[in-house]
């Protein structure tokens, strides 16, 4: 049995799915309600993804014809990497090591300057933890610079007791980095040799997925693929295939000979069109301060980006429509009034009133159109619009307004009257014990351009100074905190 063969009928056992008709009818995460939008997407961004790499190459192995395993490798990796980098992971953009190395696997160079983009610089100075995607980044980008840092690194992780895998790799990227093109080919086939060997430890924790790699190694493919695009075509060819049954010979000959143009392996129907274009719309990673000198990604910068992204291009719209609360969550206050029928106001719709929905709304104009009209319609009772949820921990409406992503100081300000006047509570404690005044604080606006919501809040008689938290702030303690002085004199004047 030839090598490819031998890799189909091995993949064969492993996989769940046999066949790319069978991976575009395949069942995945419905959307549920409103605020899950976003979550749900990114799950069927995971589920998409799962497998989808080695279907690929377990259609292409099987019939010698190498497009499949290009392409799955494509729409895979960046489908994982949609949902992973949502994620918070807690780490900077070493964690993505391992996918930009699958990148280069499938040729899709674009991926990592959107994974570990050049400006970040190195992922850190942790032995052994940034050791190996720091040697990856100074040879990706060619910088010299960048690449004696990491050999620093290097060496200090070389003089001490490191997993036989992590050595290997260290070696290769330093003698590739070297053009010690003589051991790059002994060294892939020793890389895949060991991870099969470790791979029957439950234990081991490796850069690509495992469970598959023993079978065909694609973390080895994209490694090799590195030589190409450091050494150049010609000094490239001069280095012999490795031969090991997990490295796929014929594969690597096609990869050498095309570009990355795109094309997926799974196209799937109209009502998850939407994933079809998930892989041209990735974003590229930020990071944000987290602690005393330590960056972390923005993962949650990422999900907004992509999720407008795809938003954007309108084939959400059959989601967004479904029902009154969708649209008062999504959509635009024209289609919102076309779809509202007289009562809606006073009906639970997932357990909460539709102003909830109105008041996330991330369109800041039909927020505040929609919540302004459905807040208008309460009568002296206070009863025609419904303000609280069936389960009371829950944060309020207050809580949703004061949460959200983009603002209109003057409008906001509007809203907590009309709230106010509606029968909102600002003294409610939201699910985390957080009091509404402490996210008013924390809005990201000077004092000077909070004045209108101050003015508001200032004037609301309900409003209690003297609330605690669970670890015991006020709001004084708040207003400390965010650095409000003209708002921490007026509660101090009011205590």
């Known amino acids: 049995m030839t090598q490819c063969k031998e890799i189909a009928k091995q993949l064969k056992k492993m996989l769940s799915i046999y066949s790319i008709e069978e991976k575009e009818s395949e069942l995945l995460p419905e959307f549920t309600e409103p605020f899950r939008f976003q979550e749900t997407l990114f799950q069927q961004c995971r589920n998409a993804a799962d497998e989808l790499s080695y279907l690929g190459s377990c259609l292409s192995c099987e019939s010698g014809d190498f497009p499949d395993m290009f392409y799955g490798i494509y729409q895979g990796n960046r489908l994982h990497f949609a949902s992973s980098a949502t994620l918070d992971g807690g ?32 992922c850190g100075t942790a032995v052994p933890y940034d050791t190996i995607p720091n040697l990856f980044m100074g040879i990706f980008y060619k910088d010299e610079t960048m690449m004696n840092e990491a050999l620093v690194l290097a060496e200090k992780f070389l003089a001490r007791k490191q997993r036989k895998y992590d050595i290997l790799i260290v070696q290769y990227l330093m003698d590739l ?32 997925n495992e469970k598959y790699n023993k079978v065909i190694n694609i973390f080895a493919h994209g490694l090799f693929a590195l030589a190409e695009h450091y050494l150049g075509a010609e000094l490239f060819e001069t280095i012999a ?28 129907p109209e009502n998850y069109g939407y994933l079809n274009q998930i892989s041209d719309l990735i974003p590229q990673i930020t990071l944000k301060e987290n602690g005393k000198k330590k960056s972390i990604v923005d993962t949650e910068l990422f999900a907004d980006e992509l999720f407008q992204k795809v938003y954007s291009s309108g084939k959400l719209q059959h989601i967004v429509k479904r029902d009154i609360a969708w649209i008062a969550a999504w959509g635009t206050t024209e289609e919102f009034l076309q779809k509202f029928r007289e009562d809606d106001e006073m009906q639970y719709f997932y357990d909460r009133g539709l102003i909830y929905y109105a008041l996330s709304n991330p369109d800041m104009g039909s927020c505040y159109e929609i919540s302004s009209f459905l807040l208008s319609r309460c009568n002296k009772e206070k009863k025609n619009c419904i303000l609280e949820k069936k389960t009371r921990d829950f944060d309020g409406p207050y809580h949703m307004l004061f949460r959200r ?42 004092e000077e ?4 919501l101050y003015d508001i809040w200032m004037k609301l008689p309900a409003v209690d100074l003297k609330l605690h938290t669970f670890d015991g702030k006020q709001p004084i303690d708040f207003a400390k905190k965010y650095k409000r002085k003209k708002l921490a004199t007026w509660i101090k004047a009011q205590l």
């Open 91 to 122: 780490c900077n953009h070493v964690g993505f090591f391992g996918v930009s190395v699958t990148a280069l696997a499938c040729n899709d160079r674009e991926f990592v300057e959107k994974a570990m983009p050049h400006s970040l610089g190195l």
């Open 177 to 208: 980095w070297e053009k010690r093109t003589e051991n790059l080919t002994e060294l892939i086939e020793q890389i895949c040799i060991e991870e099969q060997r470790v791979t029957e430890n439950t234990t081991y924790i490796g850069y690509g």
């Open 241 to 268: 295939l490795p031969n090991v049954k997990s490295f796929c010979k014929e594969y690597e000959l096609y990869r050498c000979g095309h570009k990355q143009n795109g094309e997926l392996l799974v196209n799937y």
């Open 405 to 446: 992503k983009n603002y209109d100081v003057l409008q906001t300000a509007e809203l907590c009257e009309q709230l106010f006047e509606a029968g909102a509570d600002p003294n409610q404690a939201g699910e985390k014990n957080v009091l509404p005044i402490e996210l008013m604080m924390a809005l990201p606006f000077t």
């Open 449 to 452: 351009e909070l004045h209108p």
